[in-house]
C-alpha cells in the first residue's frame, strides 16, 4: 500500500493550492485521512482530517482557510488552501488509516504516510 503526493509548489501570500494524495496498492478500504506539515525548523504538526462519514476537523491556524475533501472512490483525498500565508510554507504529508486483509477473514488498521511535497509561500 502506497500513499502518492503531489501538487506541492511556490505561491504568492494570498494564493491558492490543490494538495492530492491518491492511495495504491491492495486494500480493502481507506479510513480517516489526513494532512500535516513540518515547516523549517519545526516540529510535524497535524493540519486537518476526515473521515469516511465526511466530518472535517482543522487546526484552529488554517480553519477557515484550507479544506479536505475525498474523491467518491474514497481512494483520493485532496488539501484545498487559499488565503495562503507564508507561515503556511512548509513540507506537507499526507496520512491515511487504511484497512487491509490479515489473517483469514481478518483485517487490520495501519497507518500509512505519503512523501511530503513542499508548499512554500512568498510575501
Known amino acids: 500500500v502506497q500513499l502518492q503526493a503531489s501538487g506541492g509548489g511556490l505561491v504568492q501570500a494570498g494564493g491558492s493550492l490543490r494538495l492530492s494524495c491518491a492511495a495504491s496498492g491492495n486494500f480493502v478500504r481507506v479510513k480517516v485521512v489526513a494532512w500535516h506539515r513540518q515547516g523549517p525548523g519545526k516540529q510535524r504538526e497535524w493540519v486537518a482530517s476526515?473521515?469516511?462519514?465526511?466530518?472535517?476537523k482543522f487546526a484552529e491556524s488554517v480553519r477557515g482557510r484550507f479544506d479536505i475533501s475525498r474523491e467518491k472512490d474514497e481512494n483520493t483525498f485532496y488539501l484545498h488552501m487559499e488565503g495562503l500565508k507564508p507561515e503556511d510554507t512548509a513540507e506537507y504529508f499526507c496520512?491515511?488509516?487504511?484497512?487491509?486483509?490479515?489473517?483469514?477473514?481478518?483485517?487490520?488498521?495501519?497507518?500509512?504516510w505519503g512523501q511530503g511535497t513542499q508548499v512554500t509561500v512568498s510575501s
Open positions: 496520512y491515511a488509516q487504511i484497512e487491509t486483509r490479515g489473517k483469514g477473514w481478518s483485517t487490520v488498521d495501519g497507518d500509512y
Open positions: 476526515r473521515s469516511r462519514d465526511g466530518s472535517t
